[in-house]
């Protein structure tokens, strides 16, 4: 399995409400990462967990909150969010103890296309 | 702090011809490049490297890039494009030192390519 899968592709939520991001790996890698990607713009980084210990944490708003239950999962939990938050929202991973995001490939999921009313 | 640049929003080429997305970089050190690719509403798909070694890489799709340091690019090229490599182009650099240094990417390239 060389996939990154992400549910749901679609979400639409609004400001009050409380959604979840979910994502998920098999390839046995030890790094993941939240993007968000807002159109014809590059993909900005938000977190990175390593080894399910949050290590980078791009000072994103604390209406987005990560979690890494265990090794394959990653979830982006989201509440009270506005509006400027739609955007794709990309999961990636990697291999590597250390390294995250070095010589390491980021592999990444097809994205979670959120809007907010 | 380190950037990455790619000059061009769009590239337009005809199928059969051969193409070049450019990719500019500032570092602070010996880089590692990367080229990936992005189709609509898709996630990034990693395209090829450069770390060490000869500086023609060879990549997925027939692509490859040519790393330059003097003139610190990295500019991706496939001899003869095709229809279906229309697509969003992301350059990116990363700093190899430290434990969580981050992956910066370019703006993007557009490329069409057209019959």
């Known amino acids: ?117 | 702090a380190q950037s990455v640049a790619q000059p061009e929003d769009q590239v337009n080429v005809a199928e059969g011809n051969p193409l070049t997305v450019k990719c500019t970089y500032s570092v602070s050190g010996n880089p590692y490049l990367f080229w990936y690719v992005q189709y609509p509403n898709r996630g990034l798909q990693f395209l090829l490297k450069y770390i060490t070694g000869d500086n023609l890489v060879k990549g997925s799709y027939g692509f490859e890039a040519e790393f330059n340091k003097s003139q610190t690019s990295f500019h991706l090229k496939k001899p003869s494009a095709l229809v279906s490599d229309s697509a969003l182009y992301f350059c990116a650099v990363r700093a190899p030192t430290g434990t969580a240094s981050k992956l910066t990417f370019g703006t993007g390239t557009r490329l069409q390519v057209t019959l």
């Not at chain 1, 749901?8 to 098999?26: F, I, R």
């Not at chain 1, 929202?89 to 291999?95: D, F, I, K, V």
Request: include cysteine; aromatic fraction near 8%; hydrophobic fraction near 30%.
């Open chain 1, 1 to 117: 399995d060389t996939e990154v899968t992400q549910t749901p592709k679609h979400l639409v939520m609004g400001m009050t409400n409380k959604k979840s991001l979910k994502c998920e790996q098999h390839m046995g890698h030890r790094a993941m990462y939240w993007y968000k990607q807002k159109a014809k713009k590059p993909p900005e980084l938000m977190f990175v967990y390593s080894y399910e210990k949050l290590s980078i944490n791009e000072s994103v708003p604390s209406r987005f909150s990560p979690e890494c239950p265990n090794s394959s999962l990653l979830n982006l939990h989201l509440h009270a969010l506005q509006p400027e938050d739609s955007a794709l929202y990309l999961c990636a991973s990697s291999q590597g103890p250390r390294d995250y995001s070095g010589a390491n490939v980021l592999t990444f999921g097809a994205g979670s296309r959120l809007t907010v009313l």
